[in-house]
């Protein structure tokens, strides 16, 4: 299939017309690594339905966005699954997913997931930058723009000075993304490390979803 651009999934998002059973409810930041995982794997009784991925420049605004959809297209489908972590909503969008009846995938953000949770977590590193391969593509779009570092790029030190290297968390294996990752960890003066995640817990959390069907 045609994958939607970045812009647009950062914009507007992307949806599938009803065709499966399971639906899939997800940040428009993780739409070719679902669909990827998808098609590889023959999980064709799942669609998938990704909100705007800017909708993580105002964590408060995703709680209310996602029950709106499940609410939306509840009816349409016999399960919904929301490939959202917690992503800065402090609890809300959990709590609003257990009120709704639906599943959400375990982890505090998808840097923690794609890495495997328990790893991150062990890792504990409070002063690693993280970007994956959406956010390398949508470098500008979604941090040098965001921060005003276009305009005002003495910003750097105050907003990036207590980091102390960006970690390249890589979904795919793509010497173009990677040197375009280690310019962006030279924009913002950070010392660069480049990881190959894979696809980490977010394989499994849909793995269990699709033996479910």
């Known amino acids: 299939m045609t994958l939607p651009q970045d812009n647009t999934l950062t914009e507007q998002g992307f949806a599938e017309p009803p065709s499966g059973r399971v639906l899939l409810i997800a940040c428009g930041a993780l739409a070719r690594e679902i669909l990827a995982l998808r098609d590889a794997n023959g999980w064709n009784h799942m669609d998938l339905h990704c909100l705007p991925a800017k909708l993580h420049l105002?964590?408060?605004?995703?709680?209310?966005?996602?029950?709106?959809?499940?609410?939306?297209?509840?009816?349409?489908?016999?399960?919904?699954?929301?490939?959202?972590?917690?992503?800065?909503?402090?609890?809300?969008?959990?709590?609003?997913?257990?009120?709704?009846?639906?599943?959400?995938?375990?982890?505090?953000?998808?840097?923690?997931?794609?890495?495997?949770?328990?790893?991150?977590?062990?890792?504990?590193?409070?002063?690693?930058?993280?970007?994956?391969?959406?956010?390398?593509?949508?470098?500008?779009?979604?941090?040098?723009?965001?921060?005003?570092?276009?305009?005002?790029?003495e910003l750097r030190d105050m907003l990036f000075g207590n980091y102390t290297k960006l970690v390249y968390q890589a979904q795919t294996q793509d010497p173009a993304l990677t040197a375009k990752a280690r310019d962006c960890a030279t924009r913002l003066g950070l010392d660069f490390e480049y990881r190959f995640t894979g696809y980490g817990d977010l394989k499994t959390a849909l793995a269990q979803q699709a033996a479910k069907s």
Do not use: S
């Open 58 to 153: 105002f964590p408060d605004r995703i709680t209310d966005a996602v029950a709106d959809m499940v609410t939306a297209r509840h009816d349409d489908y016999d399960r919904i699954f929301v490939v959202y972590a917690d992503c800065g909503t402090g609890g809300q969008l959990q709590a609003k997913c257990a009120e709704l009846g639906v599943e959400m995938i375990a982890g505090p953000h998808c840097y923690a997931f794609f890495e495997g949770n328990e790893d991150f977590a062990a890792r504990d590193e409070i002063t690693a930058f993280y970007l994956t391969d959406f956010l390398v593509r949508q470098f500008d779009a979604f941090i040098w723009k965001p921060m005003g570092l276009d305009r005002h790029p």
